[in-house]
């Protein structure tokens, strides 16, 4: 009997890379094993209505697009039985990214079709689920900012994120972990499930997906002209070593502030009132993703693959 699975396309993410990809699917998966279903998403909140539908009635549901299509995808199988596949077609990727999914469509199938599960955490925050990462003040300002854009892209981004930053003040939250409420000046603060934002821009570089635990990074109001070396620990993976940084992980964080407070979810931008209460479901999903070990085995012995057609010909 042939296993059920269904991918969820979104035409339009990111760079465009999924197109002519029914062709794909249909020549690298074993059709023998597999029985596939396509559809394609046609509005925002599309993939969120067709993950719903599937979850129970096929094994995997694929997403195939940027972090929102993940993040929708994703969040129909919350507490399914189906898990979550993944071909990164979009420009940040960061779930991908840290689940070290390849980005070669071809690659992204045989990960696929080798089925290899791994259950990992999702934040709830206030009524929306992030799958990655999700936070308020700067960030999130940039991601209501670029919602309104026309120009999509990495470039765009960027131009956006400098035009912004030096008029951008940062804002009084209170904040509470645990036991201990404390108002903090911050320039912003992320609920990180996953290491990174995506692009290799790393908001906590030690943060484990299914350690039941929210890494909370808390950069506080800094001098601009440190802008620099604060971009740079982020490209570095050195930003828990930043002065400005503050990562505490707990299952729970709470942040009140007196005005309603802008935030994102996996990039996409939220409101979320004056109250933000952020919490992990332990272990919510299953993805499926590459065996990260023997990949690492893998790239440990790929020299010595490639010296033995020169010792073979001596």
């Known amino acids: 009997m042939r296993t059920?699975?269904?991918?969820?396309?979104?035409?339009?993410?990111?760079?465009?890379?999924?197109?002519?990809?029914?062709e794909i699917i249909?020549?690298?998966?074993?059709?023998?094993?597999?029985?596939?279903?396509?559809?394609?998403?046609?509005?925002?909140?599309?993939?969120?209505?067709?993950?719903?539908a599937a979850a129970g009635n096929y094994a995997i549901v694929v997403a195939v697009g940027g972090d929102g299509t993940v993040n929708?995808?994703?969040?129909?199988?919350?507490?399914?039985?189906?898990?979550?596949?993944?071909?990164?077609?979009?420009?940040?990727?960061?779930?991908?990214?840290?689940?070290?999914?390849?980005?070669?469509?071809?690659?992204?199938?045989e990960v696929?079709?080798?089925?290899?599960?791994?259950?990992?955490?999702?934040?709830?925050?206030?009524?929306?689920?992030?799958?990655?990462?999700?936070?308020?003040?700067?960030?999130?300002?940039?991601?209501?900012?670029?919602?309104?854009?026309?120009?999509?892209g990495p470039l765009a981004y960027m131009q956006l994120i400098t035009k912004e930053f030096m008029t951008y003040k940062s804002s009084v939250y209170r904040v509470t972990i645990g036991d201990q409420t404390r108002d903090w000046d911050?320039?912003?603060?992320?609920?990180?499930?996953?290491?990174?934002?995506?692009?290799?821009?790393?908001?906590a570089?030690?943060?484990?997906?299914?350690d039941g635990l929210i890494d909370v990074c808390l950069i506080r109001d800094f001098p601009k002209f440190t802008a620099p070396a604060l971009l740079i620990s982020m490209l570095d993976q050195s930003i828990d070593r930043n002065r400005y940084d503050l990562i505490v992980k707990s299952p729970k964080v709470i942040v009140e502030h007196t005005s309603d407070l802008l935030g994102h979810v996996d990039g996409e931008p939220v409101n979320l009132g004056k109250k933000a209460e952020v919490e992990i479901m332990h272990l919510a999903l299953k993805v499926v993703?590459?065996?990260?070990?023997?990949?690492?085995?893998?790239?440990?012995?790929?020299?010595?693959?490639?010296?033995?057609?020169v010792i073979n010909r001596n």
């Open 4 to 22: 059920k699975i269904l991918f969820i396309i979104n035409p339009v993410s990111g760079i465009g890379r999924q197109k002519n990809i029914e």
């Open 26 to 52: 249909h020549s690298e998966l074993d059709l023998n094993k597999w029985s596939v279903d396509i559809a394609y998403t046609k509005y925002k909140g599309h993939a969120l209505e067709l993950s719903l």
């Open 72 to 109: 929708e995808t994703g969040r129909g199988l919350i507490n399914s039985s189906t898990a979550l596949g993944i071909i990164p077609t979009g420009s940040g990727n960061g779930l991908a990214r840290h689940l070290e999914i390849p980005f070669k469509i071809n690659k992204a199938l």
């Open 112 to 152: 696929i079709s080798q089925a290899k599960l791994k259950a990992i955490d999702v934040i709830k925050i206030n009524d929306y689920y992030s799958l990655n990462v999700a936070g308020i003040g700067f960030d999130a300002y940039i991601s209501h900012q670029f919602a309104n854009r026309k120009n999509r």
């Open 186 to 203: 911050a320039f912003l603060i992320s609920f990180a499930n996953s290491s990174q934002y995506g692009n290799n821009v790393y908001i």
């Open 205 to 210: 570089p030690q943060a484990r997906i299914d």
């Open 289 to 309: 993703a590459p065996d990260i070990h023997l990949r690492q085995i893998q790239n440990l012995f790929s020299p010595i693959r490639e010296m033995l057609p």
